[in-house]
């Protein structure tokens, strides 16, 4: 076993703890679902996973504009060959939606479950690493960063989930390592260049003229609650004719956030700043990714955010938590 930051990585997930007579239910779970820092994370991506499974399950994906369409849509603006691939696949899935809809479904259980279950935390990482790779090309369109005109905005969940996904899952693989398959010098770098491209993103025209924030507020974050439209409408109206210098501060805000981190200066109070800046994309600008609308498939890219910062927090030795 090697620890960090006082939190044990054991080598192997296959350890059992088992029910001893007496014992509360509570104890029980927390020693099996989060008896260190890397199993309580996995706990939290296979919650994920299966939520969003269980979001593929709902009515409206099964209606004839549920996810076929969804899929169809990303391919607009694409680069020929990404908008071909995607207009093949929902073409293919269009033949049979209601199974196809149902395999997608499936699979994601498949992992959350697995991944809960402890002996098999290995065999699910490995299908959500493939799983991943498939939602983001066709299901996510790569966070439309390939688009000549990008529309991807940090406030609406770019550069996906799906990528996220991947990231977290080879952090968290059972190794000896910290970090697991990227170690942690690899874990940093992955999260500059997220935030890095977070801070290009913010300062694109389509994300930093002075009406666009209020706008996309305004036209695409979902609700689904009557509270929820409130606040995404104040938001809205604070921001409009001031998108320009607030697309700046969040550009300075996203690329500090990445470099600090990543040289391990401060550490801790701007991953704080990473988990808080996401917790408001997530209600203004993600709409809790449309869950209650009944209409969205996964909770979008924000608590994958969060659940990141939290495996980097994991692996900052004690010496720079004190430090900070």
């Not at 008896?35 to 969003?52: E, N």
């Not at 293919?92 to 149902?102: E, K, M, S, V, Y």
């Not at 999260?191 to 694109?204: D, F, G, I, P």
């Not at 009557?226 to 104040?234: M, N, P, R, Y």
Request: net charge positive; proline share 6%; with cysteine.
């Amino acid at each position: 076993m090697s620890t960090v930051a006082g939190s044990t990585f054991p080598a192997a997930a296959s350890a059992r703890p088992r029910r001893i007579p007496g014992r509360s239910i509570g104890a029980w779970a927390r020693s099996y679902f989060a008896s260190d820092a890397r199993r309580a994370i996995v706990t939290a991506l296979g919650a994920l996973w299966l939520l969003d499974g269980l979001l593929q399950l709902q009515p409206y994906m099964y209606s004839a504009g549920g996810f076929v369409s969804l899929i169809r849509e990303g391919a607009s603006g694409q680069p020929q060959w990404l908008a071909a691939s995607i207009g093949w696949a929902s073409n293919l899935f269009a033949q049979d939606p209601a199974l196809w809809n149902t395999a997608f479904a499936v699979i994601q259980i498949a992992i959350g479950v697995g991944l809960l279950y402890r002996p098999t935390v290995k065999p699910a990482l490995a299908l959500s690493f493939a799983w991943a790779l498939v939602v983001w090309w066709v299901g996510e369109a790569f966070g439309f960063l390939l688009m000549q005109m990008t529309s991807a905005s940090p406030l609406t969940g770019a550069p996906g989930a799906a990528v996220l996904y991947l990231l977290i899952a080879a952090a968290v693989w059972p190794a000896r390592r910290p970090g697991g398959l990227l170690g942690v010098r690899g874990l940093r770098w992955a999260w500059a260049a997220l935030w890095l491209m977070s801070a290009w993103l913010w300062l694109q025209f389509q994300n930093s003229s002075p009406d666009m924030i209020s706008g996309r507020i305004n036209a695409e974050a979902p609700s689904g609650m009557a509270w929820l439209a409130s606040v995404q409408h104040w938001a809205a109206g604070a921001a409009a004719g001031n998108g320009l210098w607030i697309a700046l501060l969040l550009a300075a805000a996203s690329a500090a956030i990445g470099v600090a981190v990543a040289a391990g200066w401060h550490p801790r109070p701007f991953l704080a700043a990473a988990i808080a800046l996401n917790v408001v994309y997530w209600v203004v600008g993600q709409g809790f990714g449309g869950i209650f609308t009944g209409q969205g498939t996964d909770p979008n890219a924000a608590p994958l955010f969060i659940l990141l910062a939290l495996v980097v927090y994991t692996l900052i030795p004690r010496r720079a938590c004190q430090q900070s």
